[in-house]
């Protein structure tokens, strides 16, 4: 295969990993330094939505595809406001798309955000690194040559492990969507929830009422909902004893509740079921989970470096598994035998990926309509 062409204009650019592993590559988009987790994404497409998912604060990213941008970026093609990576690490970074549709090119929307890229590395030597050497931080700069100082500069990155980043991506006011006439009221919780989770409820005949993440039980109830809905986020589960408390709470109101990826670790923690740290995270959109209740194997979308420890959930006499991953065994969904309350790791409303989940809201939304 033919690489692609970098033009001898292009800017360096250096990634230094934790472990003192380095790579060289030209600059794209923002020109400045990037700090945070390296991850990678497995998709061929949907990169403007992975880039914009707040489950990704704190992380710089290897999209894994050996093209990236040449659909071009579109204003519709968002999970939130604003780009949530760190940075971005590809083989290829295209400026010239083919999409009619699009509204401008990857550089000029990652310089808008102020998004700091790398590109002409080996990815695939890359991801295969970090399967087995594991997440670390890692720094990529356009700026700092000097490696001992781009050392000096990671060394000052915090862990992902014990990092609470939910509240910093939880929107500061409470909005509300959908029809207010609507027969059925859900309460979310807000841990970086994607906006298209709040468009498969709202479709559905939802009327929902967003709550930043520090809200209150009390306050939850004041709007009489007829379930709870537990965000997706990023960080650490565990670093939240806050939303735990908050889970607890709610599930005392007996009404359904549902959990997506971060909302499925802490309706974990709320029955005392422990979560950890992944060794590489699953991410991307061709992840296969059985369905253990109707024996049917879904392929999923999914973002997660934490997981719900398996032995606890197992032996617990009040939770039962619902779901594991196909791949590793992992826990992708759990319910509780004495509520009307289940979560999943994946992500069924899947933008980017397909949408043999997408059932999971139906069931949420029966649950609400027979009272």
Do not use: W
């Not at 594991?134 to 990671?154: P, Q, R, V």
């Not at 609470?164 to 029809?179: C, I, M, P, Q």
């Amino acid at each position: 295969m033919q690489l692609k062409q970098i033009s001898t204009m292009a800017q360096p650019a250096i990634l230094l990993l934790a472990d003192g592993h380095v790579f060289h590559g030209h600059s794209f988009g923002k020109t400045g330094t990037a700090t945070g987790e390296i991850c990678f994404n497995t998709g061929m497409t949907g990169y403007q939505e992975v880039f914009t998912d707040p489950s990704y604060t704190g992380q710089i990213l290897i999209m894994n595809n050996v093209h990236v941008g040449n659909y071009g970026v579109k204003s519709t093609d968002v999970e939130s406001s604003t780009v949530k990576i760190r940075g971005l690490i590809a083989r290829n970074l295209e400026e010239q798309f083919s999409r009619f549709m699009a509204d401008g090119d990857l550089n000029t929307y990652l310089q808008a955000n102020n998004i700091v890229a790398i590109e002409g590395i080996d990815t695939r030597a890359l991801v295969a690194h970090i399967r087995t050497k594991g997440a670390m931080n890692c720094i990529i700069s356009t700026e700092i040559a000097d490696l001992e100082s781009l050392k000096a500069e990671l060394a000052k990155v915090p862990d992902m492990d014990g990092l609470e980043l939910a509240s910093t991506v939880s929107t500061t006011v409470e909005y509300e969507l959908g029809d207010k006439n609507a027969p059925i009221k859900v309460a979310v919780l807000d841990y970086g929830v994607k906006e298209h989770i709040l468009e498969c409820l709202v479709s559905r005949g939802v009327h929902v009422r967003v709550h930043p993440a520090k809200t209150d039980f009390k306050r939850l109830k004041e709007f009489n909902p007829d379930g709870y809905f537990i965000s997706n986020g990023p960080g650490d589960p565990a670093a939240m004893p806050y939303a735990v408390a908050t889970v607890k709470d709610l599930l005392t109101d007996n009404k359904p509740v549902f959990g997506i990826c971060l909302g499925h670790q802490l309706l974990a923690l709320a029955n005392d079921i422990p979560t950890f740290k992944m060794h590489h995270g699953h991410r991307g959109l061709n992840h296969p989970v059985k369905n253990i209740i109707t024996g049917q194997c879904e392929i999923t979308t999914q973002n997660h470096g934490f997981g719900v420890d398996p032995v606890a959930v197992r032996n617990h006499p009040n939770v039962e598994v619902t779901h594991v991953n196909l791949n590793d065994d992992s826990i992708e969904g759990i319910r509780l035998k004495d509520r009307q309350a289940f979560s999943v790791q994946y992500h069924p409303e899947s933008t980017p990926g397909p949408h043999d989940s997408r059932y999971l809201f139906d069931n949420f939304v029966g649950m609400m309509t027979v009272k």
